[in-house]
Each structure stands twice: as structure tokens, then as C-alpha cells.
């Protein structure tokens, strides 16, 4: 079973939304004006709903993301707390999860990517009368593969820390089968997807951090 958030780590986030911890300081420039993000103010509270696999089991947990205005020009930007993914209702660590289930995988249809156990299930909603869709995990590959910036920004963390690092030759020797794609902009989404992935693997032993902590917001989730 991929990892979760679970709901103390979105708890804890609550918590800090309510404590008044939630500040704009990791946030990039504003991307109209350039002002700096800790010029940023606090713009609205939007409630939003999160998907937890809790035992095989979809929940669902509603909180706020924060909005930060920029005084600047009015623009407004969210802040996505680090389990938090833009446009995803699902955790961070399961749409990673998943989308390495099916890209790392030789033979892995993304049928097969969404049985998690022994007995092949599905996460599925309360009630049963849904469960985690194949086609969503189609498209986290899809969103994951649009992280170029992400990527490239902790390669080169990771090389300034470790110069001898591997990790440059072994991202393009990845190579995904040919029986998972049809086109090449498919296979070129495949492969940014999985080496996203294999960066992350990397820059959490590296820093003991997930690359989505930080990173992924100051590069704007691009
Ligand atoms: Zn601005």
C-alpha cells in the first residue's frame, strides 16, 4: 500500500492554519509583480477537502488552505501545506505513491496500480460504491511529469551537497517499457514522472525532507 498523510499530520496542519503559523515566507515572488512574498497578506481561508486511505478506506477531511494576497498588484496565491498537492483532493504521498506503483513497475497496468494488497482491492470510498479510479492515477502521473522546475532545482541541491553523487547518470538511464505508451509526448511524461520520483527518493535521504516541503512551492509547483 503506498503511503498517506495521515490525519494527525492534517490535523497538525489545522492546528497551525488556527494558530495563526501559516505564513507566505516560503512562497515564490509574486509571479505579476515580483514583490516578495513576506510583503504577503493573509487573503481568505478556502475550504477544501482532503482524501485520506485510512485501512483500504477513502476519508475525507475538510480544512482551509490559506490564500496570500499580494499588495503589490492583488494577485492572489495558496499556500499548499506539504501533504497538499494543487488540484488534488488526494494526498501528496498517495499521488506519489501510486504514480511509482505504475511507472517504476516493468509490467504494471494502471488497473493493477490501484490493487494495493494481497487480494488485489481497491481503496475504496465509504459505502463501496466507489473506489480509486485507474484513470486518476493516469492523471498524477500526468500532473507529476509537469514538476520540471521541482526537478531540475533539486537535482542541483543534491549535486551541490553530494558533488559525487550518482543520481545525474542514473536519471537518464531510466527507461520506461514500450508496452505503457503510444506516443512520444506520452513516453517524454512517463519519463519526467519517473524521475521526478526517483529525485524525491534521492533528495529525502539527502535532506531528510521531501522535495514537495519547500521546494515544490518556491518553484510555483511548475
Ligand atoms: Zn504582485
Given at each position: 500500500m503506498p503511503p498517506t498523510a495521515t490525519m494527525e499530520d492534517i490535523k497538525a496542519y489545522f492546528m497551525k492554519v488556527e494558530k495563526g503559523q501559516i505564513t507566505a515566507q516560503n512562497l515564490p515572488a509574486c509571479p505579476c509583480c515580483n514583490l516578495e512574498a513576506l510583503h504577503f497578506k493573509i487573503h481568505a481561508y478556502r475550504e477544501r477537502r482532503f482524501l485520506?486511505?485510512?485501512?483500504?478506506?477513502v476519508e475525507s477531511v475538510h480544512g482551509p488552505l490559506v490564500r496570500f494576497r499580494c499588495p503589490g498588484c492583488g494577485k492572489t496565491v495558496a499556500f499548499y501545506p506539504d501533504f497538499a498537492l494543487?488540484?488534488?483532493?488526494?494526498?501528496?504521498?498517495?499521488?506519489?505513491?501510486?504514480?511509482?506503483?505504475?511507472?517504476?513497475?516493468?509490467?504494471t497496468s494502471y488497473r493493477q496500480a490501484v490493487m494495493v494488497n494481497e487480494e488485489k482491492s481497491v481503496p475504496e470510498y465509504p459505502g463501496g460504491e466507489k473506489s480509486l479510479a485507474p484513470s486518476t492515477v493516469h492523471r498524477w502521473v500526468t500532473s507529476l511529469s509537469g514538476f520540471v522546475n521541482t526537478a531540475r532545482c533539486a537535482l542541483s541541491l543534491i549535486c551541490r551537497q553530494n558533488p559525487a553523487t550518482s543520481l545525474c547518470r542514473d536519471l537518464a538511464q531510466l527507461s520506461v517499457?514500450?508496452?505503457k505508451y503510444k506516443s512520444f509526448s506520452r513516453k517524454e511524461r512517463l519519463l519526467s514522472c519517473f524521475r521526478l520520483l526517483?529525485?524525491?527518493a534521492i533528495f529525502k535521504a539527502t535532506f531528510n525532507l521531501s522535495i514537495f516541503t519547500n521546494l515544490a512551492t518556491r518553484c510555483a509547483f511548475s
Amino acid at each position: 500500500m503506498p503511503p498517506t498523510a495521515t490525519m494527525e499530520d492534517i490535523k497538525a496542519y489545522f492546528m497551525k492554519v488556527e494558530k495563526g503559523q501559516i505564513t507566505a515566507q516560503n512562497l515564490p515572488a509574486c509571479p505579476c509583480c515580483n514583490l516578495e512574498a513576506l510583503h504577503f497578506k493573509i487573503h481568505a481561508y478556502r475550504e477544501r477537502r482532503f482524501l485520506v486511505i485510512v485501512d483500504m478506506i477513502v476519508e475525507s477531511v475538510h480544512g482551509p488552505l490559506v490564500r496570500f494576497r499580494c499588495p503589490g498588484c492583488g494577485k492572489t496565491v495558496a499556500f499548499y501545506p506539504d501533504f497538499a498537492l494543487p488540484h488534488k483532493h488526494y494526498t501528496r504521498q498517495s499521488v506519489a505513491g501510486f504514480a511509482q506503483r505504475y511507472v517504476a513497475a516493468e509490467d504494471t497496468s494502471y488497473r493493477q496500480a490501484v490493487m494495493v494488497n494481497e487480494e488485489k482491492s481497491v481503496p475504496e470510498y465509504p459505502g463501496g460504491e466507489k473506489s480509486l479510479a485507474p484513470s486518476t492515477v493516469h492523471r498524477w502521473v500526468t500532473s507529476l511529469s509537469g514538476f520540471v522546475n521541482t526537478a531540475r532545482c533539486a537535482l542541483s541541491l543534491i549535486c551541490r551537497q553530494n558533488p559525487a553523487t550518482s543520481l545525474c547518470r542514473d536519471l537518464a538511464q531510466l527507461s520506461v517499457p514500450a508496452s505503457k505508451y503510444k506516443s512520444f509526448s506520452r513516453k517524454e511524461r512517463l519519463l519526467s514522472c519517473f524521475r521526478l520520483l526517483a529525485t524525491e527518493a534521492i533528495f529525502k535521504a539527502t535532506f531528510n525532507l521531501s522535495i514537495f516541503t519547500n521546494l515544490a512551492t518556491r518553484c510555483a509547483f511548475s
